[in-house]
């Protein structure tokens, strides 16, 4: 699945991980249900898609330190382009697995 499908799809995938149903709210402007999504799952996916959601609220400070947990450079890059790139390796692991 491309994650320009995922994205489009009227509701999260069902066997999406809590980081990709993230990366699905917060396309759809939902970032409270985005948030709640990540708070409490420990893996780097997830840590990846806190770091971006944290920076998308304009909050360098924490979202630097989830970038470092998910052992990531932290983002510049506009946040469209930044959720499709993490889509895009999510979904490539979810294939390979």
Same mark, same amino acid.
């Given at each position: 699945? $491309? ?7 009227? $509701?999260?995938?069902?066997?999406? $991980?809590p980081a990709l149903r993230?990366?699905? =709210? ?25 770091? =971006? ?11 630097? =330190?989830? =970038?470092?947990?998910?052992?990531? $450079? ?18 490539a692991l979810r294939t390979?697995?």
């Amino acid at each position: 699945m $491309t994650a320009e499908v995922f994205f489009n799809s009227p $509701t999260a995938p069902e066997d999406s $991980t809590p980081a990709l149903r993230a990366l699905w =709210y917060d396309a759809k402007g939902e970032w409270d249900a985005a948030h709640a999504c990540v708070q409490d799952d420990p893996s780097r996916e997830a840590a990846w898609v806190h770091a =971006y959601l944290h920076r998308r609220e304009d909050d360098d400070g924490n979202a630097g =330190y989830w =970038y470092a947990r998910a052992g990531r $450079t932290p983002s510049a890059e506009p946040f469209d382009e930044e959720r499709s790139r993490i889509a895009s390796a999510l979904l490539a692991l979810r294939t390979e697995n």
